[in-house]
């Protein structure tokens, strides 16, 4: 108190100001910008200089080439954002919400299906059995099951067939080997992007969509990823390296299984969708304490983790 804190020379990228508690602040502008700060006290001859802190501007991460793209701070449909908490929350069972979020089937926008906190609750015993999925003549042109049916907002089981895909795809052959969905079905129409619905507690300002299989490849390569164990464990992302800050947290938030709808390995693994496709699979990201596949294919009935990210 009563001491007027300034940068040292050279340093004018950044603000420093006192609060109304007269605590001095940093105020970050550039995203990613790793910046370290000390306290240097002079009173008369002496000199104190505190040890060094890290602090990161906005949740993302580096992609190739130095490029910056922006990271929800949580998964899509959890209620926490705040990093810390996210840390030390308790989970009050595998179906908890709040850090672990939603499970998506892939392709399917939010309609309910997603909803972790139903448990098996809600699943769709019909298509269990059957070769093919929904079919066509209880989608939309977006490929999304019509309201007015029984099974929208449903999980859809899948038991049996060759792609155990949720849906059955316009002209598929007898065996049901068609090697992707129809363009206007993917999560790169925004009709269906899960990450552009209005009522998603996504921060506002950003245009929000799931990820590529090539930028969950390039945060794996180029941003240090440390594996945290707590309540919830997952990985930290650094942007500047293990001794930096975290810029957002991946928790081990497991996936919904497609015969049965239960959940699997919450706590031990996580599993990102992707907007890619390969085949009659899709892309996600793959995570152990051990190992971290941001290749890793998946049947599109499986319900998986989405963080949605924004240029």
Same mark, same amino acid.
């Given at each position: 108190?009563?001491?007027?804190?300034?940068?040292? !020379?050279?340093? %004018?990228?950044?603000?420093?100001?006192?609060?109304?508690?007269?605590?001095?602040?940093?105020?970050?502008?550039?995203?990613?910008?790793?910046?370290?700060?000390?306290?240097?006290?002079?009173?008369?001859?002496?000199?104190?200089?505190?040890?060094?802190?890290?602090?990161?501007?906005? /949740?993302?991460?580096?992609?190739? !080439?130095?490029?910056?793209?922006?990271?929800?701070?949580?998964?899509?449909?959890? &209620?926490?954002?705040?990093?810390?908490?996210?840390?030390? +929350?308790?989970? /009050?069972?595998?179906?908890?919400?709040?850090?672990?979020?939603?499970?998506?089937? $892939?392709?399917?926008?939010?309609?309910?299906?997603? !909803? =972790?906190?139903?448990?098996?609750?809600?699943?769709?015993?019909?298509?269990?059995?059957?070769?093919?999925?929904?079919?066509?003549? /209880?989608?939309?042109?977006?490929?999304?099951?019509?309201?007015?049916?029984?099974?929208?907002?449903?999980?859809?089981? =899948? #038991?049996?067939?060759? %792609?155990? *895909?949720?849906?059955?795809?316009?002209? #598929?052959?007898?065996?049901?080997?068609?090697?992707?969905?129809?363009? @206007?079905?993917? $999560? @790169?129409?925004?009709?269906?992007?899960?990450?552009?619905?209005? &009522? /998603?507690?996504?921060?506002?300002?950003?245009? $929000?969509?799931?990820?590529?299989?090539?930028? $969950?490849?390039?945060?794996?390569?180029?941003? %240090?990823?440390?594996?945290?164990?707590?309540?919830?464990?997952?990985?930290?992302?650094?942007?500047?390296?293990?001794?930096?800050?975290?810029?957002?947290?991946?928790?081990? @938030?497991? +996936?919904?299984?497609?015969?049965?709808?239960?959940?699997?390995?919450?706590?031990?693994?996580?599993?990102?969708?992707?907007? &890619?496709?390969?085949? &009659?699979?899709?892309?996600?990201?793959?995570?152990?304490? *051990?190992?971290? #596949?941001?290749?890793? %294919?998946?049947?599109?009935?499986?319900?998986?983790?989405?963080?949605?990210?924004?240029?």
């Amino acid at each position: 108190p009563g001491v007027s804190p300034v940068l040292l !020379n050279g340093e %004018t990228s950044d603000t420093l100001f006192i609060d109304s508690n007269k605590f001095a602040l940093l105020g970050l502008t550039v995203p990613g910008k790793v910046s370290e700060f000390f306290c240097l006290v002079r009173n008369g001859s002496q000199t104190a200089v505190s040890g060094s802190g890290y602090a990161v501007y906005g /949740s993302g991460a580096w992609l190739a !080439n130095g490029k910056w793209i922006n990271i929800a701070p949580a998964n899509l449909g959890a &209620t926490e954002s705040n990093l810390a908490d996210q840390l030390n +929350h308790i989970p /009050s069972s595998a179906y908890d919400k709040t850090v672990y979020g939603d499970w998506y089937q $892939w392709g399917r926008k939010k309609d309910g299906h997603e !909803n =972790r906190a139903i448990e098996a609750v809600g699943t769709e015993q019909f298509y269990k059995d059957s070769v093919f999925g929904v079919p066509v003549d /209880s989608l939309d042109v977006n490929g999304q099951i019509q309201e007015d049916k029984t099974i929208y907002g449903k999980f859809i089981q =899948r #038991a049996s067939g060759t %792609t155990f *895909d949720w849906r059955d795809y316009p002209d #598929a052959d007898p065996n049901n080997t068609i090697t992707s969905p129809a363009d @206007a079905w993917t $999560w @790169a129409d925004a009709t269906n992007d899960p990450c552009k619905d209005p &009522t /998603s507690s996504l921060p506002s300002g950003f245009a $929000w969509r799931v990820p590529s299989q090539s930028e $969950w490849t390039q945060i794996y390569q180029n941003n %240090t990823w440390v594996w945290h164990v707590g309540n919830i464990n997952g990985y930290e992302i650094k942007p500047g390296g293990a001794a930096r800050p975290t810029s957002f947290f991946l928790p081990t @938030a497991g +996936h919904r299984h497609r015969n049965g709808g239960n959940e699997v390995s919450v706590g031990s693994l996580g599993c990102y969708w992707s907007s &890619t496709v390969t085949k &009659t699979v899709s892309y996600n990201l793959y995570f152990l304490a *051990d190992a971290i #596949a941001p290749t890793s %294919t998946y049947t599109r009935s499986f319900g998986m983790s989405v963080r949605c990210v924004a240029d």
